[in-house]
């Protein structure tokens, strides 16, 4: 499983976890963590977070592409 937004730590599939689509990526919070987020306004954070992660996972599509080639 993929990792927190907010806290960084990974998210097993036992806990309560939620995965939004949010600014044209995808972000994964633990259920406590996306309160925490809702309650703290912290959208600037997960903002940047969702976009390095989007920019990431384009950048791996883009290369998987070339060497396929």
């Known amino acids: 499983?993929?990792?927190?937004v907010m806290c960084r730590r990974k998210v097993q599939p036992a806990e309560?976890?939620?995965k939004?689509?949010?600014?044209?990526?995808f972000a994964i919070f633990?259920?406590?963590c996306f309160g925490e987020y809702l309650r703290a306004e912290s959208?600037?954070?997960?903002e940047s977070v969702v976009w390095k992660a989007s920019s990431n996972a384009l950048a791996q599509q883009?290369?998987?592409k070339e060497g396929a080639v």
């Open 1 to 4: 499983m993929d990792e927190c």
């Open 62 to 64: 883009h290369e998987a």
């Open 16 to 18: 309560n976890w939620l």
């Open 43 to 46: 959208e600037q954070q997960v």
């Open 30 to 32: 633990h259920w406590r």
């Open 20 to 25: 939004c689509h949010l600014w044209g990526g």
